[in-house]
């Protein structure tokens, strides 16, 4: 099923006030998509799985061997006592099938759609450690389920897919290798026949050494909601975002389309350039009241509200 676009929104006559107020709100609502999609480039951008998290071509599974050095910045905060697999899947073109091994290790292979919103987390807390084979699909999937197979529906058609397993220490590293083996990661298509994953598309001009947060944070106002409304197009906004889409509609932004920010009219523009610097000082605000450090520990102690 094609998902047609909206009709271009008619911005309303709105103040220089108004419009500042819901591009800092499309800010902070649009951020964690904005920097997904950012990290997910960067994370995709090579011919095959490097071995390091987060580092592999889309719709193919990658497989840490170590734990991460401590100069790793493409995803903040990796744990140091598991090792991840990771993969970031497009399923446009239709469902992959994900098999893990049964196993009593601890493990969680988290699945969040665009958005970063969790929806699915098979592992040992879910299953026992069962194993089994996943049909992760996206939103407009209505194929038939193989017998076997549990069906994992993502709002979105962007997945990304981070496993943890539970790691002792580098001797440890050698059991865990052979769980991350008996890991399969393909399409539904394919599922039951020889499969060779295709060589992934290395992009020159995606800047690989920035970290992506840091270029997100130094995105302009152009920059910033051009990749919102491309992202977007992706990732639909889900059921409770309507009251957020009725807001950005009255700036003359609809989803499912680009952006031409010289069609817009000036208070329109000055708010999409002020946004970012607002924006972005209101989500700093608000994390740093989240967590208290204790002994060198970085606790968290309450929600972004």
């Not at 270029?215 to 009251?243: C, I, R, W, Y």
């Not at 000082?281 to 520990?297: C, D, P, Q």
Request: glycine share 10%.
């Amino acid at each position: 099923m094609a998902i047609v676009e909206e009709a271009v929104a008619a911005p309303l006559d709105v103040s220089q006030g108004l419009a500042d107020e819901i591009a800092q709100e499309l800010y902070i609502w649009a951020y964690p998509m904005v920097l997904m999609d950012l990290t997910q480039k960067v994370g995709t951008n090579y011919e095959t799985p490097t071995g390091v998290v987060g580092q592999s071509p889309t719709n193919q599974m990658g497989h840490a061997k170590a734990f991460p050095p401590a100069t790793f910045r493409d995803v903040v905060r990796p744990n140091f006592d598991t090792l991840y697999s990771s993969a970031t899947c497009d399923l446009s073109a239709g469902p992959l099938v994900l098999t893990l091994p049964k196993t009593d290790r601890y493990h969680v292979f988290q699945m969040m759609d665009g958005w970063t919103e969790v929806f699915a987390a098979p592992g040992t807390r879910m299953n026992g450690g069962a194993g089994g084979r996943y049909l992760i699909a996206g939103p407009r999937f209505a194929g038939d389920v193989t017998a076997g197979m549990e069906l994992l529906r993502s709002p979105t058609d962007v997945v990304w897919i981070i496993g943890r397993i539970q790691t002792n220490g580098p001797s440890d590293y050698g059991f865990v290798h052979s769980l991350q083996k008996q890991i399969t990661l393909v399409p539904f298509s394919a599922f039951g026949k020889p499969y060779t994953p295709p060589k992934g598309t290395v992009d020159p001009g995606i800047d690989m050494k920035t970290p992506p947060m840091i270029t997100v944070n130094n995105m302009n106002g152009a920059a910033f909601f051009s990749a919102m409304m491309e992202a977007l197009k992706k990732n639909p906004p889900h059921v409770h975002d309507q009251g957020i889409v009725a807001r950005m509609k009255r700036i003359g932004l609809s989803p499912g389309r680009s952006l031409t920010v010289a069609s817009l009219p000036v208070a329109v523009q000055q708010a999409l350039s002020n946004a970012p610097a607002a924006g972005l000082a209101v989500i700093r605000k608000r994390a740093a009241n989240l967590s208290m450090s204790v002994n060198g520990w970085q606790i968290t102690t309450g929600a972004i509200g």
